[in-house]
């Protein structure tokens, strides 16, 4: 399946990495007026499978609304079907989950248009879900891909978290913002 990048992919430790990262989230997220579901996948048994739930917690921790999925409340392979269920029909939805790739990719958010499958890389078997996905390489790809999820570095999942986390807190921001004050965001631009 080849999937369509909506945007350059950031590395975690990037000089001006927050700012690309907001930048690839207003090039993905819908019109404001449309409301936004961050679905974060993934479970706290494992570092690497950590990146959603770590995401979901900290977003809700900045007061970001629609947010499914955190430390204490994963969203994985047993409960998707649920979960996918409390999303309302007319959200927007952004998966966002850990990734196992290329080597040269590791510590990577990509911004892909389209639906993301969750648990491929430890082939199961779910349905694609989100309308666009947000990926963070956490770990090379291989032979052992349960044990080098488990084994990612804690440091590089919070980083990548932690950057995706802020870059969406600005973002959601800068939305309600103009929502509630389009003159004064016009005239600020001016």
């Not at 996948?41 to 950590?50: E, K, P, Q, R």
């Not at 993301?116 to 990926?135: E, T």
């Amino acid at each position: 399946m080849t999937r369509e990048l909506l945007a350059e992919n950031v590395h975690y430790s990037e000089g001006f990495g927050l700012n690309k990262v907001i930048r690839a989230l207003e090039v993905i997220l819908p019109a404001q007026d449309v409301e936004v579901t961050y679905l974060c996948i993934g479970s706290d048994l494992s570092t690497g499978d950590s990146f959603g739930p770590l995401t979901g917690t900290l977003l809700k921790r900045m007061g970001i609304t629609g947010v499914l999925g955190s430390l204490d409340d994963t969203v994985h392979a047993k409960n998707m079907a649920n979960r996918i269920e409390q999303v309302p029909g007319d959200h927007f939805v952004v998966a966002i989950d850990a990734t196992m790739g290329r080597h040269k990719e590791l510590g990577r958010i990509s911004f892909i248009n389209g639906p993301l499958r969750p648990g491929a890389a430890m082939k199961k078997n779910l349905p694609p879900v989100g309308d666009v996905s947000i990926l963070f390489n956490v770990a090379p790809a291989g032979f052992a891909n349960f044990m080098m999820l488990g084994c990612a570095s804690l440091n590089t999942v919070w980083q990548g978290a932690n950057l995706l986390a802020r870059s969406i807190s600005v973002v959601s921001y800068r939305r309600k913002k103009t929502c509630t004050d389009p003159v004064g965001a016009i005239s600020s631009r001016a």
